[in-house]
């Protein structure tokens, strides 16, 4: 008697997806720096805690996207967190309606949108929806260590000294931080300028630390912003205007 062979129950198990995309060398071939823009990329390599300043149109905050991108492919950081003060609308985000990473969104639109440009949307999302890419305010941030992180602030014109202490002492083991602002725009009223003095005081002779500024000649985002910037500069000049 023939014996018939049961059809085997155990389901052959496919090969485990990985849980975010494995940014390759090519999502980041199509990028050209200046040498300025690479000067500014490499100190972010070689220090811990970089500070970039700049007028619009330098191309601080694409940089700096750029290098946490980076940092995340070559198994640098196991987390990019991105900071903004969030003060752009005048609203205070306990106002605002929707869930706190809705309230959060609007203000992050320039990290999206470079990110963007580096290793396109569908890659962006899922590393935002498996929780590699984090969105955090300023406000909401006491308390939590960022180990094994690259961290981000940028529009750090508009954060008081006290903000930019409670952002930097959130770095924890294996962290890299990078600061961005331009100190020509400001978004609140009369402001002391706290980050020159976070700079020039707060991280005078800290190892491993570097502060970075863009001159107007290093614009690329259009040519007029150069003359726009001249305009603004003199009428600042010519009225007294911090």
Same mark, same amino acid.
């Given at each position: 008697?023939?014996?018939?062979?049961?059809?085997?129950?155990?389901?052959? %198990?496919?090969?485990?997806?990985?849980?975010?995309?494995?940014?390759?060398k090519a999502d980041f071939k199509h990028i050209k720096f200046t040498p300025n823009q690479l000067t500014f990329f490499n100190s972010i390599k070689?220090?811990?805690?970089?500070?970039?300043?700049?007028?619009?149109?330098?191309?601080?905050?694409?940089?700096?996207?750029?290098?946490?991108?980076?940092?995340?492919? #070559?198994?640098?950081? #196991?987390?990019?967190?991105?900071?903004?003060?969030?003060?752009?609308?005048?609203?205070?985000? $306990?106002? %605002?309606?929707?869930? %706190?990473?809705?309230?959060?969104?609007?203000?992050?639109?320039?990290?999206?949108?470079?990110?963007?440009?580096?290793? $396109? #949307?569908?890659?962006?999302?899922?590393?935002?929806?498996?929780?590699?890419?984090?969105?955090?305010?300023?406000?909401?941030?006491?308390?939590?260590?960022?180990?094994?992180?690259?961290?981000?602030?940028?529009?750090?014109?508009?954060?008081?000294?006290?903000?930019?202490?409670?952002?930097?002492?959130?770095?924890?083991?294996?962290?890299?931080?990078?600061?961005?602002?331009d100190t020509t725009q400001y978004d609140v009223s009369k402001r002391k300028r706290d980050l020159t003095t976070f700079t020039n005081v707060i991280? #005078?002779?800290?190892?491993?630390?570097?502060?970075?500024?863009?001159?107007?000649?290093?614009?690329?985002?259009?040519?007029? %912003?150069?003359?726009?910037?001249?305009n603004y500069e003199k009428y600042k000049s010519d009225n007294n205007i911090d």
């Open positions: 008697m023939t014996k018939i062979k049961k059809k085997s129950t155990l389901k052959i %198990l496919k090969e485990e997806e990985p849980t975010f995309p494995i940014i390759q070689s220090n811990i805690v970089t500070v970039c300043t700049g007028p619009a149109g330098t191309a601080k905050t694409f940089i700096a996207c750029y290098s946490a991108l980076d940092h995340y492919a #070559k198994g640098l950081c #196991k987390k990019i967190v991105l900071f903004k003060p969030a003060v752009e609308s005048g609203d205070a985000l $306990g106002f %605002l309606p929707g869930t %706190l990473q809705e309230k959060i969104a609007p203000f992050m639109e320039s990290y999206i949108s470079n990110m963007q440009k580096i290793i $396109g #949307k569908d890659n962006l999302r899922v590393l935002i929806d498996k929780g590699v890419i984090e969105m955090k305010s300023l406000s909401h941030i006491r308390g939590a260590t960022e180990d094994d992180s690259f961290m981000m602030l940028d529009e750090a014109q508009n954060s008081d000294l006290r903000q930019m202490i409670l952002f930097i002492t959130r770095m924890g083991k294996d962290s890299r931080v990078v600061i961005c602002g991280m #005078k002779d800290v190892p491993s630390f570097t502060d970075f500024k863009f001159e107007k000649n290093d614009i690329v985002r259009h040519p007029l %912003l150069v003359k726009i910037t001249d």
